[in-house]
């Protein structure tokens, strides 16, 4: 339940003020103007929508006022438009978090572009808080070539940072970790060639390309835009678990195994593992 009114604050100056969840809120401290001074909350509707009069600028002027969606606490979640969803690790003081969604902003971060249609998502909110906030942001209104690759990124200090957490393209949503809010976007790497990976094993070798011994093994990675724009190799032993490459590698107990390998470039994008090859030992 929410109750608005006036009370006399110690200067002796009426203030407006909603009371909610136990607690009472001048409303001028959920606000971002200092040419407003509300005296008087008349009224609030089944949104939350608080009306009532106060001086702007010095001058007696009726006001309608947006509800107030975060309250102090922790863990504060709040719910936006645009499928946007802001949690807030700790909230000192209460005020209102809003999004906006639209077409113009920075020019994206390098080697990314926006989806169909390039959307900005600007969070802002007149809550104070501390810790870190989580943002996550849905893209079924948007779409992308290369959903997989999707990373967000958040401006700051006039440059976009890759805050990525987590990505759910099921549910086609993605969240970030940030300490400060301003815009976002989502954005799909322009790189979408996936990188080569070829392996040599050597050996003594035997009867039937089976090796008399210990087997070694190198992977070597390449990448349509260069060997540089390759991040990591991978390989897995008999379905085992996966194992970074570095350098040879050597296998020694007598059986027959199954080596799989692929690599990942910069961009997240991976090769497929159906590289396969038989290490017979």
């Known amino acids: 339940m929410q109750v608005v009114g006036d009370a006399a604050r110690g200067t002796g100056r009426a203030h407006a003020f909603v009371w909610q969840s136990g607690t009472m809120y001048d409303l001028n401290d959920l606000i971002a103007s200092s040419d407003w001074e509300l005296g008087m909350a008349s009224g609030i509707n089944d949104h939350g929508q608080i009306v009532g009069t106060g001086l702007f600028q010095g001058t007696t002027t009726p006001f309608l006022m947006s509800p107030i969606n975060t309250l102090t606490g922790t863990n504060e979640i709040v719910s936006l438009a645009s499928g946007v969803t802001v949690s807030f690790a700790t909230v000192t003081s209460p005020g209102n978090t809003v999004v906006s969604a639209g077409t113009a902003g920075p020019t994206p971060p390098a080697g990314f572009s926006l989806g ?6 600007d969070i802002n909110t007149t809550a104070a808080f501390t810790g870190p906030v989580v943002v996550c942001l849905s893209y079924n209104q948007i779409q992308f070539s290369s959903p997989a690759g999707l990373r967000l990124f958040h401006f700051e200090n006039d440059q976009w940072v890759d805050v990525t957490t987590s990505s759910d393209t099921t549910k086609q949503s993605i969240c970030g970790s940030v300490t ?14 996936p990188p080569t990976t070829t392996s040599n094993s050597f050996g003594v070798l035997g009867a039937n390309d089976w090796f008399r011994g210990p087997v070694t093994t190198t992977l070597a990675a390449t990448d349509p835009d260069g060997a540089t724009d390759v991040a990591s190799t991978y390989y897995t032993i008999d379905n085992g678990a996966a194992i970074s490459a570095a350098g040879q590698f050597v296998v020694s107990n007598e059986a027959k195994h199954i080596l799989l390998f692929w690599s990942v470039d910069k961009a997240g994008i991976r090769s497929s593992r159906r590289n396969s090859t038989s290490i017979l030992t």
Request: net charge negative; charged share 5%.
């Open 116 to 121: 169909n249609p390039p959307t900005y998502f």
């Open 180 to 193: 400060s809010l301003s815009p976002f976007v989502i954005a799909q790497p322009t790189d979408t060639s």
